[in-house]
């Protein structure tokens, strides 16, 4: 079935340790996204792709990297510099050039902190 | 500034009752609206959208008001169903070119037996 594939489901890391979350679409979706998801909060916008080799920041891009090499897959490091990591992370896509709103989504990663 | 607000963070029906949950929206430019529903530790699910050019969409059991002249959004959802109990996400896009939704922070429907 397509869709998109996310992993870990859960993670623990340490302090000051780099984290790398996988996402990964088998849609043809030329845009993906990184969302990050706080209890009782909405979601925010971390990283967007619109296309292969070209990422730009969203409204939280602070403490966070990311990297599109290749169409189906655009990993999220949450690095040491990232004050709060502790959060839901959301990967998505959507066809791209033809935007018209519809996000298809992950399943998404839980990050917390020990 | 820009936001996308929700009246109700909570909201309990009963079984087979129709469901209303709003949503507030201060950007005037925006043309795009989109309702999302998130169960329990998954990801969100694209439920129905509509354009700045129409006041109304129908899709099964769910109904999308856009009242521009208050800034308001609503999802109806006809004899809700256990199954619909969910968080409900509205969101905003300014335009067939942008990549940018703005949601808000969500509604969480309720539906007791």
């Known amino acids: 079935d397509g869709g998109i594939t996310q992993s870990p489901k859960y993670l623990f890391r340490k302090e000051g340790q780099n984290v790398t979350l996988s996402c990964e679409q088998n849609?043809?979706?030329?845009?993906m996204y990184w969302y990050r998801q706080d209890p009782g909060q909405g979601l925010r916008l971390i990283y967007y792709s619109q296309i292969v080799n070209d990422f730009q920041k969203g409204d939280i891009a602070e403490g966070y990297s990311v990297s599109r090499e290749k169409k189906e897959s655009f990993p999220l490091t949450v690095t040491s510099a990232q004050k709060n990591p502790t959060a839901f992370y959301l990967c998505?896509?959507?066809?791209?050039?033809?935007?018209?709103?519809?996000?298809?989504f992950g399943e998404g990663s839980r990050l917390t902190v020990l | 500034g820009e936001s996308v607000g929700l009246h109700l963070p909570t909201l309990s029906v009963q079984e087979g009752d129709n469901s209303i949950i709003n949503c507030a929206y201060s950007n005037s430019a925006s043309d795009y609206f989109i309702w999302y529903k998130q169960e329990s530790g998954k990801g969100p699910q694209f439920i129905i959208d509509i354009r700045s050019n129409m006041d109304k969409r129908q899709g099964q059991r769910v109904t999308v008001l856009l009242n521009k002249t208050v800034k308001h959004l609503s999802l109806q959802i006809a004899a809700t169903q256990p199954g619909d109990s969910a968080v409900y996400f509205c969101?905003?896009?300014?335009?067939?070119?942008?990549?940018?939704?703005?949601f808000g922070s969500g509604t969480r429907l309720l539906v007791r037996p």
């Open positions: 998505a896509s959507s066809i791209g050039s033809d935007y018209t709103g519809e996000l298809f």
């Open positions: 969101a905003e896009n300014k335009g067939p070119s942008s990549y940018k939704l703005i």
């Open positions: 849609l043809n979706h030329d845009a």
